[in-house]
């Protein structure tokens, strides 16, 4: 059974970068079977999907937010890693990984547990 | 970007009734690329329907999936107690992927 976990700083200040890490357990980011999300999720704007990586490198970000996001992949570690930029109190939300299926953004199959990430000076 | 409504907000049931949440999208959802989730609280959502019929691995089948089009509906046959949760829907037809707002199922 594939597992995910998020890890990385649960306080960053404004402006900054955001920077979290996922490592997956029990499936292989380069399975060729799947792609690799971010989602958030916060009380004002819901579930919001992020972005994916696929194992080759490329990348689909959310409109809303691809001028700040970088997603990368790193398969001998078998992590996918989120980087958000100039971050602001609107950033403050849960940060999911998820084992994705599909193309165009896909459903999400497995979910790691989520950690919270808060913007604050 | 497509706009799912979910209704109602909350439904208030007892164990052994029967639930139905609807989802709505703003434009035709493509190849019925519809998944709906359950959230209990601390917890991430779980995926209970892709493409919007087909049962995820371990779904207990009182939880089905139809609809097509714009209108999309998650009914839950048989209430159990740890059914009450809420519940998202999300479209993957188009980019970005969305979620709708949630209908929160609450025991009566």
């Known amino acids: 059974q594939v597992q995910l976990q998020e890890s990385g700083p649960g306080l960053v200040k404004p402006s900054e970068t955001l920077s979290l890490t996922c490592t997956v357990s029990?499936?292989?980011?380069?399975?060729?079977?799947?792609?690799w999300s971010w989602i958030r999720q916060s009380p004002g704007k819901g579930l919001e999907w992020i972005g994916y990586?696929?194992?080759?490198?490329?990348?689909n970000y959310n409109p809303s937010l691809k001028s700040r996001v970088t997603i990368s992949v790193d398969t001998s570690k078998n992590q996918f890693s989120l980087k958000l930029s100039s971050v602001t109190a609107a950033d403050t939300a849960v940060y999911y990984c998820?084992?994705?299926?599909?193309?165009?953004?896909?459903?999400?199959?497995?979910w790691g547990q989520g950690t919270l990430v808060t913007v604050s000076s | 970007e497509i706009v799912l409504t979910q209704s109602p907000g909350t439904l208030s049931l007892s164990p052994g009734e029967r639930a139905t949440l609807s989802c709505r999208a703003s434009q035709s959802v493509s190849s019925s690329y519809l998944a709906w989730y359950q959230q209990k609280p601390g917890q991430a959502p779980r995926l209970l329907i892709y493409g919007a019929s087909s049962r995820a691995t371990g779904i207990p089948d009182r939880f089905s999936g139809s609809g097509s089009g714009t209108d999309f509906t998650l009914t839950i046959s048989r209430l159990e107690p740890e059914d009450f949760a809420v519940y998202y829907c999300?479209?993957?037809?188009?980019?970005?992927?969305?979620f709708g707002q949630g209908t929160k199922l609450e025991i009566k």
């Open positions: 029990g499936g292989s980011v380069s399975s060729g079977s799947y792609y």
């Open positions: 999300q479209q993957y037809g188009n980019s970005p992927g969305t």
């Open positions: 990586i696929y194992y080759s490198g490329s990348t």
């Open positions: 998820a084992r994705t299926v599909g193309a165009t953004t896909g459903y999400f199959q497995h």
